[in-house]
Antibody
Framework: QVQLQESGPGLVKPSGTLSLTCAVSGGSISSSNWWAWVRQPPGKGLEWIGEIHHTGSINYNPSLKSRLTISVDNSKNQFSLRLSSVTAADTALYYC???????????????WGQGTMVTVSS | DIQMTQSPSTLSASVGDRVTITCRASQSISSWLAWYQQKPGKAPNLLIYKASTLESGVPSRFSGSGSGTEFTLTISSLQPDDFATYYCQQYSSYRTFGQGTKVEIK
């Protein structure tokens, strides 16, 4: 079955750029599904970051849009997140997830990676 | 932006109790609502989508209802494995999560 695995640096300096990749295995990223990033600051709730379709269609959280880039690499079966000008407020557990599409209808995030902790600190 | 508000923030209950969690949207989202369960140190797990459709493999003691702006998640008979934090999420316009409801042992 489909599995997701996040990877990237666990420590980023303030004002730097956070970069993460999510590798998709057991299935093709070039399906009808969407691929998303969600984060969770320590001890807090979930925050939607954005999502991408293999065709290149993208939806960004408006509160992060000015600093955010999400991209897809169909040849490597993976998608990526770049968040610029980071501060301590961007410290969080970052998850990638699949939004399942059934008969052209969105369902919800049915498959999640295990998450990767990113700390913003000098 | 659509805001999602869950209540209560914390709920204390005993095994066997019927538990209800409410989620309100700041504007109508039709039935574009999902519920997730999250345990400490784990990724969220999808329970219900489209307000009332049970995800495959999820026990039937979980149910969802509502449409428009008001939704509920009900656990008909709370089991030891159900003590966790629950989140609602709208997917009508972009995506937004509620702040979470922690279900604790009474």
């Amino acid at each position: 079955q489909v599995q997701l695995q996040e990877s990237g640096p666990g420590l980023v300096k303030p004002s730097g750029t956070l970069s993460l990749t999510c590798a998709v295995s057991g299935g093709s990223i070039s399906s009808s599904n969407w691929w998303a990033w969600v984060r969770q600051p320590p001890g807090k709730g979930l925050e939607w970051i954005g999502e991408i379709h293999h065709t290149g269609s993208i939806n960004y959280n408006p509160s992060l849009k000015s600093r955010l880039t999400i991209s897809v690499d169909n040849s490597k079966n993976q998608f990526s997140l770049r968040l610029s000008s980071v501060t301590a407020a961007d410290t969080a557990l970052y998850y990638c997830a699949r939004e399942r599409v059934e008969m052209a209808t969105m369902t919800a995030y049915d498959i999640w990676g295990q998450g990767t902790m990113v700390t913003v600190s000098s | 932006d659509i805001q999602m508000t869950q209540s209560p923030s914390t709920l204390s209950a005993s095994v066997g109790d019927r538990v209800t969690i409410t989620c309100r949207a700041s504007q109508s989202i039709s039935s574009w609502l999902a519920w997730y369960q999250q345990k400490p140190g784990k990724a969220p797990n999808l329970l219900i989508y489209k307000a009332s459709t049970l995800e495959s493999g999820v026990p039937s003691r979980f149910s969802g209802s509502g449409s428009g702006t008001e939704f509920t998640l009900t656990i008909s008979s709370l089991q030891p494995d159900d003590f966790a934090t629950y989140y609602c999420q709208q997917y009508s316009s972009y995506r937004t999560f509620g702040q979470g409801t922690k279900v604790e042992i009474k």
